[in-house]
T-cell receptor, first 113, second 114 residues
């Protein structure tokens, strides 16, 4: 069975450019999470969706960040405009209804120069 | 304000000895706790979990202990192996009507030397 699939795996972009990260959750999972990993803050929850509806976006750092989940099998995290401090690994994860364990993708490594 | 804290950024242990990783939490509403393991360039993977109704859960070499009164949990690895070298994240969740999100600590890097 396919796990959570993220793209791109690596992205290097210039400050001010738009960045779009993509995620396909595990089929049948109804909750989707975006996390960001940095040395300083560890794994931070940015936003999560339940049945495609955003439930909690209090972790989204600024208005430059936005996330969408147009259907059960796809989500995007967009940063516009990007800044060097956005450089981090962004993880998408999903969970089935009623479960406690979330399953992570391999991450998108973002570098903003 | 961190709700899940892993106060030791790193731990070094010799192969065959016990590794003990610690985690503290502040939110008394948390009712489920998990440990994840992360290798470089990979996503975190689930290792072991425990419900707040238990104080111990064991799976092979891995045991998690929960002390609710102290709001503390620990992961014991016995015996430690070089392949256990990774970053270990403690995570917690609270009941939520619309689904639950895990709150993670900053992680502890375990190094097991042969």
């Amino acid at each position: 069975d396919a796990g959570v699939i993220q793209s791109p795996r690596h992205e290097v972009t210039e400050m001010g450019q738009e960045v779009t990260l993509r995620c396909k959750p595990i089929s049948g999972h109804n909750s989707l999470f975006w996390y960001r990993q940095t040395m300083m803050r560890g794994l931070e929850l940015l936003i999560y969706f339940n049945n495609n509806v955003p439930i909690d976006d209090s972790g989204m750092p600024e208005d430059r960040f936005s996330a969408k989940m147009p259907n059960a099998s796809f989500s995007t995290l967009k940063i516009q405009p990007s800044e060097p401090r956005d450089s981090a690994v962004y993880f998408c994860a999903s969970k089935r209804q009623g479960g406690n364990t979330i399953y992570f993708g391999e991450g998108s490594w973002l570098t903003v120069v | 304000d961190q709700q899940v804290k892993q106060n030791s950024p790193s731990l070094s242990v010799q192969e065959g000895r016990i590794s003990i990783l610690n985690c503290d939490y502040t939110n008394s509403m948390f009712d489920y706790f998990l440990w994840y393991k992360k290798y470089p360039a990979e996503g975190p993977t689930f290792l072991i979990s425990i419900s707040s109704i238990k104080d111990k859960n064991e799976d092979g070499r891995f045991t998690v202990f929960l002390n609710k009164s102290a709001k503390h949990l620990s992961l014991h690895i016995v015996p430690s192996q070089p392949g256990d070298s990774a970053v270990y994240f403690c995570a917690a969740s609270a009941p939520n009507q619309a689904g639950t999100a895990l709150i993670f600590g900053k992680g502890t890097t375990l190094s097991v030397s042969s």
